[in-house]
Each structure stands twice: as structure tokens, then as C-alpha cells.
């Protein structure tokens, strides 16, 4: 009988021993899919198979499946973090991200993790933090330039402009730096990225370049050669 109990008792450390080393194996792979060639960029971002959302990491791989309606960047979320339930505020940080399924909304971790379900009673008030643009498109002739409110008074004087009207279209992105903003342009029905001093980020070699949050959240643009396949490039123009 006494064999047997220390039979047993090796067993189920060695069991325990192989389990706690699955799981540090399991969670190296997790962490070593999150590792950045580029800091400046976001370590996950939304990739699209099949019409379906997931995560790709900064080498291409997929490491959260493709099984949502819609995803958003990891980015903060405003609402939870003002939430009147202290309990919430944590997955209001940057280290979650909204996603939808079966018209349901969550917060995710890194991981895949569905880790909070929006409720209407957790959400709480942004703060008006609007910073208004320094810097706007002006339409002269039929062409694009950029100005700077407060600067700017005369149309008809080419000093006043930042960029004298020469392009086919021109949006300026949001993002942190206000006074350096990335700026979308058209020349030769081509899309790029240009500064506010004219010069090229982006070459001029995309059919469209998204208006959305991608550059503000991600410090990545979204972009398409074919109108139809989209991916995401960084400001040296590296594909990911």
C-alpha cells in the first residue's frame, strides 16, 4: 500500500511537472508571436481571410483567428475607461481590443482572449479632448493644397499657402503629432503620403490609401495596388 501511495505521488508530480512545462511552452509561443521588428508600429493589427476579422503579428502570421465581423486596432476605449464600475476601467487600456461576433461586442487580450462582453450600464463618458487640425486642404482651380489656419488669409497670394494647390486630392490623417501630420494625396490618379513641407513619405503608387485610424492607432496606412486587396505599410513603406 505504501508502493502504491508513492507510486502515485510520482506520478502526479511528474503529470503536474509535464503540465506546468506545456504551459510555459504554450505561453513562449504567445509571446514570442508578440515580438516587434518595428517599435514604432503596432505589434497586432487587423487582417481580413476569408471576409472574416483577426490579428496578424508584424511578420505576417495570423495569431488570432479570422472569426469576427469587425475588429478594431488594441487601442483605448474611452467609454470603459470612464466606466462607473471600477472593475471595467482595466480592459479600457490599449492592451485589449473591441471586436464584434454574431453582433455582439468584446474586449480581447493579446492572446485571443475574449476577456469582457460590452454591457450599456458599463460604459461611461469621454471627456472632450477634440483637438481641432492645424493644418487643412484648400481647393484652388480645381486643385488640392494645404494650409495652415493661422496663417492663412489671402487665396489669391501663393505665400500663404503651406502647399501650393497641385494635386488631385488631399486629406490630412489624425494623429498625435499635430504640427507633423501625415497627409494623403493624389498626383497622377496615384495615392502616396506627403508631410506639410511637400515632401514624399509614400511614393505614389497605391490606387487608394484609407481615410481611417490605422495611421493615428497603429502608426500604419492602409493601402491597395488593385483596388480590391488591401494591406498595411509603415512610413519607410514596409509592407506587413
Not at 486643385?143 to 487665396?155: V, W
Request: contains cysteine; positive net charge.
Amino acid at each position: 500500500m505504501q508502493r502504491f501511495f508513492v507510486s502515485f505521488l510520482l506520478l502526479f508530480f511528474c503529470s503536474g511537472f509535464s503540465q506546468i512545462k506545456k504551459n510555459k511552452k504554450v505561453q513562449h509561443k504567445a509571446n514570442f508571436d508578440l515580438l516587434k521588428l518595428n517599435d514604432s508600429v503596432a505589434a497586432l493589427f487587423p487582417v481580413k481571410v476569408n471576409g472574416k476579422f483577426g490579428f496578424q503579428n508584424q511578420k505576417g502570421k495570423v495569431v488570432i483567428k479570422p472569426v469576427y465581423s469587425n475588429v478594431g486596432f488594441f487601442a483605448e476605449d474611452c467609454n470603459l475607461l470612464n466606466s462607473p464600475n471600477e472593475k471595467i476601467r482595466k480592459f479600457g487600456t490599449k492592451s485589449y481590443a473591441s471586436v464584434r461576433a454574431e453582433d455582439v461586442d468584446y474586449r480581447i487580450d493579446m492572446y485571443g482572449k475574449r476577456v469582457y462582453e460590452f454591457k450599456k450600464d458599463d460604459l461611461g463618458k469621454c471627456p472632450n479632448e477634440y483637438k481641432k487640425q492645424l493644418f487643412h486642404g484648400y481647393v484652388k482651380n480645381g486643385f488640392y493644397g494645404l494650409i495652415e489656419d493661422s496663417t492663412f488669409t489671402n487665396p489669391e497670394d501663393y505665400r500663404h499657402y503651406r502647399i501650393y494647390p497641385q494635386y488631385e486630392y488631399l486629406h490630412v490623417l489624425e494623429g498625435d503629432d499635430l504640427k507633423n501630420p501625415m497627409i494623403i494625396a493624389s498626383l497622377g490618379n496615384r495615392f502616396g503620403i506627403i508631410d506639410v513641407n511637400n515632401k514624399i513619405i509614400i511614393p505614389f503608387e497605391y490606387s487608394d490609401i484609407k481615410r481611417n485610424y490605422s495611421w493615428k492607432l497603429g502608426r500604419l496606412f492602409e493601402v491597395t495596388k488593385d483596388g480590391t486587396n488591401y494591406f498595411y505599410i509603415d512610413d519607410k513603406n514596409k509592407r506587413y
